[in-house]
C-alpha cells in the first residue's frame, strides 16, 4: 500500500477506506495505519491533556460511520479494564510508549481477573481488538513522559462495559470527548432537576474517559471525584 505523507492524508484515507464499503478490512486499516511515520506537529492540536485522567480528543466523526480520536496518557495513566461494544477498534501509538493488557471476559462465577497477555506498543506500532478477541486496558507505564494513541472506533460507540479486576463485575460506562476538533468542549451545566440515575452513570465512567457532565453534578450531589481542573500540557 501507497505510504500515507502525513495526518491530514491518514485522516483522508480512512474516509476512503471505511466510505467505499460496511466490510471492515481489519490487515487494510492496520497497513494504512503502520503507513503513517508520526510527526508531532500534525496532530498536536488535537492533542489535549489534563493532569489528572487520560483524556479522549475526537478528530474526524467520519460522516457517521467512525470516530478517529486521540488519547492522550499523562505520565503512569492507564484505563480500566473494556470492552468494545461489538466494534472494530485500531490502535497506533503516536508518542510515547503504552502496554495492552488483555483479558477474557468474566465467566459467570466471577472473580479476579487474570491477564491473558500483553504487548508494547511502541512509537507508530498498531493494535487492534474487537470483543470476540476479548478485553483490555491499556496504560501508559511511563513515570516521566506522557504518551498519545490514536484510536479509531467503527462503528462509533459512546458506552462500553468496564470490569473491576478484583471481582470481575461489570458496570456500563458512558464516555465523552474531552476536546473535539480541536476545541476544548465546555463545562456544561444540569438542571436541578435532572434524574438522580444521570448521576449514578456518571459516577460510572472509565477511568479518564470521564464525562464533563460529573464535575457539575458532584457539585449538586456532593460525589466525590478526583480535582478537576483544566490543564493543557502542549505537546512539543
Ligand atoms: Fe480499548
Known amino acids: 500500500m501507497e505510504l500515507v505523507g502525513s495526518f491530514q492524508d491518514l485522516l483522508g484515507e480512512c474516509r476512503k477506506v471505511f ?9 487494510q486499516v492496520m497497513s494504512l495505519l503502520a ?15 489534563d493532569r489528572h485522567k487520560y483524556t479522549r480528543n475526537l478528530v474526524d466523526e467520519g460522516n457517521g460511520k467512525y470516530n478517529i480520536m486521540l488519547l492522550c496518557w499523562g505520565e503512569g495513566m492507564a484505563s480500566t479494564i473494556h470492552d468494545h461494544s461489538n466494534a472494530h477498534c485500531f490502535m497506533k501509538n503516536l508518542r510515547g510508549h503504552l502496554i ?3 483479558y477474557d471476559f ?33 496504560e501508559n507505564p511511563s513515570h516521566t513522559n506522557v504518551a498519545v494513541s490514536l484510536h479509531i472506533y ?3 460507540f459512546d458506552q462500553c462495559h468496564i470490569f473491576d ?10 464516555m465523552t470527548f474531552w476536546s473535539r476538533y480541536g476545541k476544548r468542549i465546555p463545562f456544561q451545566i444540569h438542571e436541578k432537576t435532572s434524574p438522580p440515575a444521570a448521576t449514578a452513570a456518571a459516577a460510572w465512567t472509565v477511568q479518564g474517559e470521564t ?3 460529573t464535575k457539575n453534578e458532584s457539585l449538586d450531589n456532593n460525589v466525590q471525584h478526583h480535582p478537576q481542573q483544566q490543564a493543557v500540557v502542549q505537546v512539543k
Open 19 to 27: 466510505d467505499s464499503g460496511n466490510v471492515v478490512d481489519v490487515d
Open 35 to 49: 503507513s503513517y511515520t508520526s510527526k508531532p506537529e500534525e496532530w498536536k492540536k488535537f492533542a489535549k491533556f
Open 100 to 102: 495492552e493488557r488483555r
Open 106 to 138: 468474566p465467566t459467570e462465577e466471577l472473580g479476579v481477573m487474570i491477564e491473558k497477555g500483553n504487548q508494547d506498543l511502541k512509537l507508530n506500532q498498531v493494535a487492534y481488538i474487537n470483543d470476540e478477541l476479548g478485553l483490555h486496558r491499556v
Open 154 to 156: 467503527i462503528p462509533p
Open 165 to 174: 479486576p478484583r471481582t470481575g463485575k461489570q458496570n456500563v460506562s458512558k
Open 211 to 213: 464525562e464533563e457532565n
